[in-house]
């Protein structure tokens, strides 16, 4: 079903329901592996996928169509991992290499990762990136989105993005060229 189509039943109080339901089942995975590489943890992602959903149901009414709709379901996400993240680091008033030691500690004990030695060194190099650096290199290397698609995700212009994309590849370069044994 298409976009328009969930839309158009959703605007219909009797099919309300269904179209939240294919809604969903359409995007949850993609929206909870989004938030998972931000989060880490199993428990934070299905949380904050449970958060994105209740906020994308009490704003579906208002979704005026002016942005693609998975668009603006990967911008409540992603505003909901930030929100996750900088309530974290203020929670436990840790400094950013303790929250980057603590996500690392739980990337190792993870299913995340499936035990190739490379993956889980990109991993920790990821986790070095200041968040919002992260969550743009995650976009564009993993989740393959074009940097227009971003751009109205995070609200960033195009440039900023390839800028903020070309640091994190170097930082990550370096981080590994670092670790190298």
């Known amino acids: 079903m298409t976009d328009k189509e ?9 099919s309300r329901n269904y179209a939240f339901n ?6 949850q995975q993609k929206v909870y592996w989004h938030i998972r590489k931000m989060v880490i943890d199993h428990e934070d992602a299905n949380d904050l996928t449970q958060d994105t959903f209740i906020k994308v ?18 911008r409540i996400a992603t505003n909901e991992c930030l929100n996750h993240l900088a309530k974290k680091k203020r929670r436990f008033f840790l400094p950013i290499n303790d929250i980057t030691e603590e996500l690392s500690n739980k990337l190792e004990d993870t299913n995340m990762i499936s035990g190739d030695e490379i ?9 070095t990136l200041p968040d919002k650096q ?3 290199f995650n976009m564009k290397y993993y989740d393959e989105l074009k940097y227009e698609d971003i751009a109205e995700i995070t609200g960033t212009s195009v440039g900023a993005l390839k800028a903020s994309y070309h ?15």
């Open 22 to 27: 294919l809604l969903v089942r359409q995007y």
């Open 57 to 74: 149901w009490k704003g579906l009414e208002n979704f005026k169509g002016d942005s693609q709709l998975f668009t603006w379901l990967y």
């Open 6 to 14: 969930l839309l158009e039943k959703f605007a219909n109080p009797e």
């Open 167 to 181: 640091l994190a590849v170097k930082k990550v370069e370096e981080f590994l060229k670092n670790t190298a044994s």
């Open 134 to 136: 992260r969550l743009v």
């Open 119 to 127: 993956q889980l060194k990109l991993q920790k190099a990821l986790l």
